[in-house]
């Protein structure tokens, strides 16, 4: 089985930052991409950024500037630099990945639990 376990969410003022990490274990044959997505309440999940394995990077308009997404392809872990958050940016941070979990196995998403971000005065 395939888990991802997220950390690094918290309470912070607006202005301040936070560090996401996401780290995939288990069963991981190849695992392709890695990224964030959030959710806040009565509102849909949407992604924040995403990377691959080749260090290909997208990001959601609303957090191009302020945000950078990396990740260690020896460790499967992903990592989301969340700098200038504002009030808007309050939401539960879902890490999500893309991995084949065996070599007979096709490409598949796996999420974690999420982890809260808070951003208020």
């Known amino acids: 089985q395939v888990q991802l376990v997220e950390s690094g969410g918290g309470l912070v003022q607006p202005g301040g930052s936070l560090r996401l990490s996401c780290a995939a274990s288990?069963?991981?044959?190849?695992?392709?991409?890695m990224g964030w997505y959030r959710q806040a309440p009565g509102k849909q999940r949407d992604l924040v950024a995403t990377?691959?394995?080749?260090?290909?990077?997208n990001y959601a308009d609303s957090v191009k500037g302020r945000f950078t997404i990396s990740g260690d392809n020896a460790k499967n872990t992903v990592y989301l630099q969340m700098n200038s958050l504002k009030p808007e940016d309050t939401a539960v941070y879902y890490c999500n990945a893309r991995i084949q979990s065996t070599r007979w196995s096709g490409f598949r998403d796996y999420w974690g639990q999420g982890t809260q971000v808070t951003v208020s005065s």
């Open positions: 990377t691959t394995r080749n260090a290909i990077t």
């Open positions: 288990g069963s991981i044959f190849r695992l392709d991409a």
